[in-house]
């Protein structure tokens, strides 16, 4: 892996006390993202269909990407998409060819945002806000054959509220996260029922967040045993667990893991209600020997500022729940996606910087990189990689999805490394 700045920017992070110590690892997105022999390439693919803008309508955005086969389905808030010189009207939801482009006729329109995807087999979950979807009046998640299009008439979710992250497990589970009354339940993914395999409370909202008590990110490792959660909450199962916690899902029911690190309690800076519960996309390692989470929040001035998550992101190994081994700050923007593949971990937002640990409100200090929207840290240093194919965001999005030929890419950007690609972007291994 290459890295860019040497042994300074090493030395200045370690002052931070986030040197690097231990191995390497990194996550999944539907029970762990494909490991990659090495970074992808910047060039994007030419024949990704794109997002529209509407006048009068707010913004095109996907925040969720999930694969099946040669199947792609992409998920946010959108009312039309093209593909060359055709456009197609589709709301909140479509699905396409990966190796052409071309966007299938299934209808899959949803009455509001879609949030979350997941992929078990040949089925696709879509998970959102919506009440009715592709003509039916399922709500929150549905199950689609990837195949087909159509939605599953035998699946019914037991979930009713608005869903914001969905993992299928090796265990044989979709677990569902969002806002919803349990905020995080393990549903059977035939039949969409509640299996009960995972009763931990989760509660007591952080004071002055938005929202109500709810579940933010999510990563289920590759092994099916450990599950490991962001969002707007301060208890689990009776304990004091601020923005995270680890479950032992290996057995019949899920228990409560005693790893967490404390800073995770700490405020960031913003108070805005928005970045008050600042934790939110996080991956597993393709080893499980680590994960990697990503923030918003904005860093402080002083004090714990370079040992909270806040407008960075931060790897943390299994075997040590008393410190970061390595935080990569932006100076000010939010991060809100992240992937691990094991040759990087890949980050987007609307951030401006990396390696940026003294900057503030947005301005580089020191060895700060210039990346705009999407980069790609060093898994071992913790360092920005020479990677920079460069998509300014005006949010960004969680949607990053590894696949054994590249990586997925979902946001609200308008080009990718120069090219326009509005929404979607693939961007394959060398």
Same mark, same amino acid.
């Given at each position: ?55 009068? @309508? ?282 691990? @593949? ?89």
């Amino acid at each position: 892996m290459t890295e860019i700045g040497g042994a300074s920017r090493v030395r200045r992070l370690a002052v931070a006390g986030l040197a690097a110590t231990v191995a390497v690892v990194v996550a999944p997105v539907a029970a762990a993202d494909i490991p990659h022999p090495t970074v992808v390439i910047e060039n994007p693919v030419n024949h990704t269909p794109e997002l529209v803008a509407v006048p009068g @309508t707010a913004k095109p955005i996907v925040d969720a990407i999930a694969v099946s086969g040669d199947t792609v389905f992409a998920g946010g808030r959108f009312t039309r998409v093209s593909h060359g010189t055709d456009t197609y009207d589709r709301t909140n939801v479509v699905m396409f060819d990966a190796d052409t482009g071309a966007v299938s006729p299934a209808n899959l329109d949803a009455n509001n945002r879609v949030w979350a995807m997941a992929t078990i087999g040949n089925w696709v979950y879509i998970g959102g806000q919506f009440t009715a979807i592709g003509g039916t009046s399922k709500r929150s998640v549905v199950r689609v054959d990837a195949t087909t299009g159509e939605i599953d008439p035998g699946f019914t979710s037991a979930v009713k509220g608005r869903v914001n992250a969905l993992e299928a497990a090796p265990n044989g589970l979709l677990y569902v996260g969002g806002s919803f009354s349990k905020r995080l339940v393990a549903l059977d993914p035939v039949t969409g029922a509640d299996t009960g395999a995972f009763d931990l409370t989760i509660a007591d909202p952080i004071p002055g967040a938005w929202g109500s008590v709810s579940i933010i990110g999510m990563s289920v490792n590759t092994a099916g045993t450990k599950l490991v959660a962001t969002g707007n909450f301060r208890q689990v199962d009776g304990q004091a667990r601020s923005r995270f916690f680890m479950a032992d899902i290996s057995g019949t029911d899920a228990v409560l893991d005693d790893w967490y690190y404390p800073r995770f309690a700490s405020s960031c800076s913003s108070t805005h209600p928005r970045r008050i519960a600042y934790l939110q996309g996080i991956d597993f390692a393709p080893t499980d020997d680590y994960f990697v989470v990503v923030a918003t929040g904005q860093i402080p001035l002083s004090g714990d500022k370079h040992e909270t998550v806040c407008d960075g992101a931060g790897r943390f190994d299994m075997d040590d729940d008393t410190q970061p081994q390595w935080i990569n700050y932006t100076g000010g923007d939010s991060v809100w996606g992240v992937s691990v @593949t094991g040759a990087a971990v890949y980050v987007q937002g609307h951030f401006q910087w990396l390696d940026n640990p003294d900057g503030w409100a947005s301005m580089p200090r020191g060895d700060a990189v210039r990346r705009l929207g999407i980069g790609a840290i060093d898994p071992g240093s913790g360092l920005a990689l020479d990677w920079d194919p460069a998509k300014k965001a005006q949010i960004g999005s969680q949607a990053l999805v590894a696949t054994p030929d590249g990586l997925w890419v979902g946001s609200d950007s308008t080009h990718f490394a120069g090219e326009p690609h509005r929404g979607i972007a693939f961007v394959p291994l060398p």
